[in-house]
T-cell receptor, first 116, second 111 residues
Framework: EAEVAQSPRYKITEKSQAVAFWCDPI?????LYWYRQILGQGPELLVQ????????DSQLPKDRFSAERLKGVDSTLKIQPAELGDSAMYLC??????????????FGPGTRLTVL | RKEVEQDPGPFNVPEGATVAFNCTYS??????FFWYRQDCRKEPKLLMS???SGNEDGRFTAQLNRASQYISLLIRDSKLSDSATYLC????????????FGTGTQLKVEL
């Protein structure tokens, strides 16, 4: 069964450092999502891509976060500089299409970030 | 007020018990509804979609009441392996495929 791949699985960094997370969606999935899940809360959408285009980044803290999906396949989420409050699980998900009749979102295993 | 609200629990129940989780959502333009399951330190996985007519999958039954903006999940004959966090999830009309998650309800099934 095809899966969403993410790396690294765990990342420990000091505040003010830069971190980057990588995601490879299920082959053929045009839509890719980055979510952040703080302990004890549900995931919150940070950014959504349709192919290489950003569809929704309204909740992405753009002063320190950036995301790209240059070739419409894999994606990178970057934080610079990291802050203590960024400690969370960063989840990537993908789906075959968006809009009416949108397919199920499949989640990767996540990257657990700890900022010291 | 959060867009999707759930009782965080934990719900501690004995094996074999029936347990029900409730969820309310605030946006009446909501289009689709789901229950996801999340094991400790793992990613969320789709448990089941929720349809207006109600739907059942084995020991799991989901109900939707659009008038009251209320969703429920019933688990019958609880197993130890059902221990997890259950996330209520809503997708809004016109919101692409964006999912809005509740905070989750933690279930612990005990011997």
């Amino acid at each position: 069964e095809a899966e969403v791949a993410q790396s690294p699985r765990y990342k420990i960094t000091e505040k003010s450092q830069a971190v980057a997370f990588w995601c490879d969606p299920i082959s053929g999935h045009a839509t890719l999502y980055w979510y952040r899940q703080i302990l004890g809360q549900g995931p919150e959408l940070l950014v959504q891509f349709q192919d290489e285009s950003v569809v929704d980044d309204s909740q992405l803290p753009k002063d320190r976060f950036s995301a790209e999906r240059l070739k419409g396949v894999d994606s990178t989420l970057k934080i610079q500089p990291a802050e203590l409050g960024d400690s969370a699980m960063y989840l990537c998900a993908s789906s075959r299409l968006a809009g009416v009749g949108a397919d199920t979102q499949y989640f990767g295993p996540g990257t657990r970030l700890t900022v010291l | 007020r959060k867009e999707v609200e759930q009782d965080p629990g934990p719900f501690n129940v004995p094996e074999g018990a029936t347990v029900a989780f409730n969820c309310t959502y605030s946006n009446s333009a909501s289009q689709s509804f789901f229950w996801y399951r999340q094991d400790c330190r793992k990613e969320p996985k789709l448990l089941m979609s929720v349809y207006s007519s109600g739907n059942e999958d084995g020991r799991f039954t989901a109900q939707l009441n659009r008038a009251s903006q209320y969703i429920s999940l019933l688990i019958r004959d609880s197993k130890l392996s059902d221990s997890a966090t259950y996330l209520c999830v809503v997708r809004y009309t016109g919101g692409g495929n964006k999912l809005t998650f509740g905070t989750g309800t933690q279930l612990k099934v005990e011997l």
